[in-house]
């Protein structure tokens, strides 16, 4: 008879001349196993164990049958009972069992441990024998751990496969037990394989974690810190001939990879700054970092930020957004169309090259607020990592634009790390908002600074022993102490004219003449190149180093091997062109300024003109602008830098200040700004002025008067935005005159709908009107169709504000076949159209036609879901739901009012807010949800107030005098508001109709007249 195969570790089977035995119910097949392992056992103690729970007779047939059953499964007596009282397997039988060959302890005792004992086994009814199966479980287990590190602790030393395969076994079977972890690091440790040890550490802290929420012990720990200076020390050892020499750091790398791997695994990373002065080893440290952490874990995003971007908002992020778009690309991920409008209006690199913006801006419903721009970034920055965590790094923070920190704060706040990592230098000589930038962060706990002090003099004998072994004598390395101060970057190129075998005694004291020793030897063409790339302040493309060298891209090629090979300048891939740019700040400013000024100017304004060559006159210019101020300054072409000074902040001001609206605009509106403050702009727009007086020796040129021209047309906008009407006025009306005495149309109409704006903002109809008809007679004069279009909606709201409701009907019609027609194979004005038709809507409403006003509303709104432009639904909604209103669709009106509300807190648009407020206040008080209603009428009364619109200022009165009214009635509304209305019914009306008597709100008027004849 062949041997029977019984197999209790892992799944248990049992095999009979090859075919496994199929046992006919569990208890069967428990008893088997239990015999398997003892061998024998009582009749009673059978019974007790799988049939305690049943009479001593029953338990009994029980055992008789479930042996009989076995015997009939294998077709031989397998189980016999010599004596009456016991059971037992029968020993002539041949039986080959793991467990007997484990419980052996030989060599080959690991392989037959496959798996737990009786892995997955269970019998219902069967305490006892459950008890029995997991106590032998145990056993078996702690047997089998016992062996493994028998086998790794052996006199005679395993080889390094052998290690890794008990180690590995180990850690199956006891993940928490961080023992045979310590064992195969310390061996990695040894073998000099520091990656595999740094991988099993973070496995081990990933297991803990997310099993236990602990980290590891204290030993395990030390062991990750030896390896990473191990690790450290050999790339050391490695790189230091290349110049790539790092050393001293090894705490601050250290903290760095630790705070990186509770990133990756947990939710305890934080953001890190790393601070100290020029020439520390900030980015060196930083960069060593990030060659150590895996790129598979998390997306790395890098910029840089430089001192002559430091005026420019969002410079830095241009090189995140470029990385962002191909992440985006690459992971097919998807982001809404709303949030890629708002972003590429910052950001074009973020739009493809085929996709337009919708709109203009001065014609869009809103302007983009900051607070919208946070959060379009925050949202797509959620989309991309809930594939994968990002670590944004950014380099010299301390030139950082105030707007690019608000954005790193604000997306810190909402993400606290968990996601998203920032990784950060800075020179700790920064100004007083990178302090409060750091300070403010920290107090959340989400960012931490790792400075970085000067070598002391041990350090720097440490230093030069690892650079130059036995090289330099004790008293010249007192003078290299001396001279350097412990500072990293001079340290190193003190090392480097040493080790070229210059002649040191011809150095002067002073760290530059190091510095200046670099350069020697470079041949001329080498020198004309690095003046040349000096004068861009980050980095310069090899097609634009071509065209300034004036000589063909292969032969730059040549000349730039040689720098690269004297670790003067590095390749960069940006916006995936080849770069090029210094290996540190400090050589990139000595070759600059060592240079003639005339020399430097020649050479700004060339790379000015080139530079302007390339733009393709659309929105990705905007990124273009600054680097065209910096060398066209620095070159002294006072018109050029001032025509790209104006550009780039008009940009600014469009973005960030409230355009004047053109939807339902019969009330005034004080601008507010979220992005640029107003002491921001005003000191943008009185640089741009003072430049304007430098320049006044070309106020006859062209170009000058032109200039001149916007910059009026900029100060006007703001001063009236700002409320300052008088002046503002008087700005524009200068900037018409000098257009038109240069006639220039384009800007001449730009003022006459300046003025337009004024006139809706201030309510002044006539001048409204007046203006109006000048504009269409120009934009007629010079077939200027799509301002004919906007100008006749101008008109048609102006006839509305006029209550000539014919007029103004017959008129925006106009407007629509005319958008229609230039509109025909492209949908950009389409929310034009349904701008007027919410101005038909309101036409019918002003009518108390109520029910055809929705239906022009709901048409509005329709044409703003097909183009996916969320923004004009905001006033849509709210004009909807006070016809609903009005005409007793609380049901409907409540549906409007929610949808306008919820959009008003996704974009903060402030006009027409207080309107939803206010009627959501009433239909909260019908639903009997007073704590609400407060709520909303408060928000009302704050918004209203905000815009100082007479409009909306009166429907708010007129909310207030119904509410007042039913309190005299309903004893809980009187309770939730009297402390918050404590004037009489009368007096809310009567302050409604002043206010709406300013705007020829008619049905408002009458309605706010009948609940003043009412009684409290």
Not at 488 to 510: D, G, P, Q
Request: aromatic share 12%; glycine share 4%; net charge neutral.
């Amino acid at each position: 008879m062949k041997q029977i195969q019984v197999q209790l570790f892992n799944t248990p089977t049992v095999v009979k001349d090859n075919t496994k035995i199929l046992f006919p119910y569990r208890k069967a097949e428990a008893l088997f196993y239990y015999l398997i392992c003892k061998k024998e056992a009582t009749r009673d103690e059978l019974v007790n164990l799988l049939w305690g729970e049943s009479s001593e007779e029953v338990a009994k047939k029980n055992l008789r049958n479930a042996m009989y059953q076995i015997r009939k499964a294998f077709k031989i007596d397998i189980i016999i009972s010599p004596q009456k009282s016991k059971v037992m397997i029968n020993p002539d039988v041949p039986l080959n069992i793991d467990i007997d060959t484990f419980l052996k302890q030989e060599k080959d005792a690991v392989e037959v441990y496959t798996g737990e004992f009786l892995q997955g086994f269970y019998i219902k009814d069967g305490e006892g024998f459950e008890n029995w199966m997991i106590a032998t479980r145990e056993t078996y287990r702690d047997m089998y751990i016992s062996l493994l590190y028998k086998h790794l602790e052996n006199k005679h030393k395993p080889a390094l496969n052998e290690i890794e395969y008990y180690a590995k076994l180990l850690i199956n079977v006891d993940p928490y037990n961080e023992r045979a972890y310590q064992i195969l690091i310390k061996q990695y440790l040894q073998e000099g394989i520091y990656n595999k040890g740094i991988d099993i550490y973070n496995r081990l802290v990933k297991t803990l974690n997310k099993d236990l929420g602990i980290e590891p012990e204290i030993e395990t720990q030390n062991l990750f810190d030896e390896l990473l200076k191990a690790r450290s020390l050999k790339e050391t050892k490695e790189n230091h001939v290349a110049g790539d020499f790092f050393y001293g750091r090894e705490l601050e790398l250290s903290k760095l990879i630790e705070n990186h791997r509770q990133f990756i695994l947990t939710d305890k990373g934080k953001s890190i700054i790393i601070s100290g002065e020029a020439g520390i080893g900030k980015t060196i440290l930083k960069d060593r970092f990030f060659d150590m952490v895996s790129k598979n874990e998390s997306y790395i995003l890098t910029s840089n930020c430089y001192q002559a971007e430091e005026d420019y908002y969002f410079k830095p992020w241009n090189s995140i957004f470029m990385g962002v778009a191909a992440i985006v690309k690459e992971e097919a991920i998807e982001i809404p169309n709303k949030w890629r409008n708002i972003i590429a209006h910052l950001f074009p690199i973020f739009t493809s090259d085929t996709s337009t913006i919708n709109g203009d801006a001065i014609e869009m419903l809103d302007s983009m607020r900051f607070k919208l721009v946070e959060d379009a970034v925050l949202g797509m920055f959620q989309r991309i990592t809930s594939k994968k965590k990002i670590i944004i790094s950014f380099d010299d923070i301390q030139w950082m634009d105030h707007m690019s920190l608000s954005l790193i704060r604000h997306l810190l706040l909402q993400d606290k790390n968990k996601r998203l990592m920032v990784v950060a230098t800075c020179r700790n000589e920064f100004e007083a908002r990178i302090d409060d930038f750091i300070a403010q962060l920290s107090n959340y706990n989400l960012i931490d600074t790792i400075s970085l002090n000067r070598f002391t003099e041990n350090q720097v004998q440490e230093f030069i022993d690892s650079a130059m072994p036995n090289q330099l004598s004790q008293e010249l390395v007192k003078q290299i102490y001396n001279e350097t101060e412990g500072n990293t970057f001079f340290l190193v190129e003190y090392l480097n004219a040493l080790k070229e075998n210059r002649n040191i005694n011809e150095m002067s004291v002073k760290m530059q003449d190091v510095i200046k020793s670099r350069f020697i030897n470079i041949s001329p063409d080498g020198k004309k190149l690095l003046d040349i790339i000096s004068v861009f302040f980050d980095n310069v493309s090899l097609e634009l180093l071509a065209k300034v060298f004036r000589k063909k891209e292969i032969e730059v090629l040549e000349t730039i091997e040689e720098l690269q090979n004297r670790y003067v300048i590095k390749e960069t891939i940006v916006q995936q062109e080849i770069s090029y740019q210094f290996t540190h700040q400090k050589l990139r400013d000595f070759i600059y300024q060592k240079q003639s000024q005339a020399k430097k100017k020649l050479l700004h304004n060339l790379i000015g003109e080139i530079t302007e060559e390339n733009l393709k006159m659309s929105k990705r210019d905007a990124s273009i602008y600054s680097k065209l101020i910096y060398h066209f300054t620095n070159s002294g072409n006072t018109l050029k830098a001032l025509k790209y000074r104006i550009l780039n902040t008009n940009i600014y001001l469009d973005f960030s200040h409230e355009l004047f609206p053109i939807i339902n605009d019969s009330f005034s509106i004080k601008e507010t700004s979220l992005y640029m403050s107003s002491q921001q702009a005003l000191e943008a727009i009185n640089e741009i002025e003072a430049l304007l007086k430098e320049a006044s020796s070309f106020n006859e040129s062209q170009e000058y008067i032109r200039l001149e021209i916007a910059f009026l047309h900029m100060k006007g906008r703001y001063l009236i935005r700002e409320g300052h009407y008088e002046e503002g006025l008087s700005y524009i009306m200068r900037m018409i005159d000098r257009a038109r005495e240069n006639e220039d149309h384009e800007l001449l109409l730009k003022g006459y709908r300046q003025i337009i704006y004024y006139s809706i903002q201030t309510h002044n109809i006539k001048l409204m009107e007046e203006y109006i008809e000048m504009a269409l007679a120009l934009a007629e004069a010079y077939n200027n169709r799509l301002e004919k279009a906007i100008l006749l909606r101008l008109k048609g709201l102006n006839k509305i504000m006029s209550i000539d409701y014919e007029a103004a009907e017959e008129t925006l019609q106009k407007a629509i076949h005319l958008f229609n027609d230039i509109s025909k194979y492209d949908d950009k004005y389409a929310i034009n159209i349904a701008a007027i038709y919410d101005y038909l809507g309101e036409i019918r409403r002003y009518n108390m036609e109520f029910s055809n006003a929705l239906k022009y509303y709901d048409k509005a709104m329709e044409m703003c879901k097909n183009i996916k432009l969320s923004r004009g639904l905001t006033i849509f909604n709210t004009n909807a739901g006070q016809a609903a209103f009005d005409m007793g669709d609380y049901e409907r009106a409540k549906h409007y009012f929610i949808n306008g509300l919820k959009l008003y807190n996704e974009f903060d648009v402030p006009w027409g807010r207080a309107i939803a407020e206010g009627y959501m206040a009433l239909l909260s008080i019908r639903e009997g949800k007073y704590k609400k209603a407060i709520d909303n009428l408060k928000r009302a009364d704050s918004y209203s107030q905000q815009l100082k619109s007479p409009y909306e200022i009166g429907l708010v009165y007129r909310v207030k005098a119904e509410i007042k009214i039913n309190m005299g009635t309903n004893k809980k509304l009187e309770k939730a508001f009297k402390t918050y209305l404590t004037s009489n019914h009368r007096e809310y009306c009567d302050s409604g109709i002043y206010y709406l008597n300013q705007v020829n709100e008619c049905y408002e008027i009458d309605i706010l007249k009948v609940l003043r004849r009412r009684e409290y």
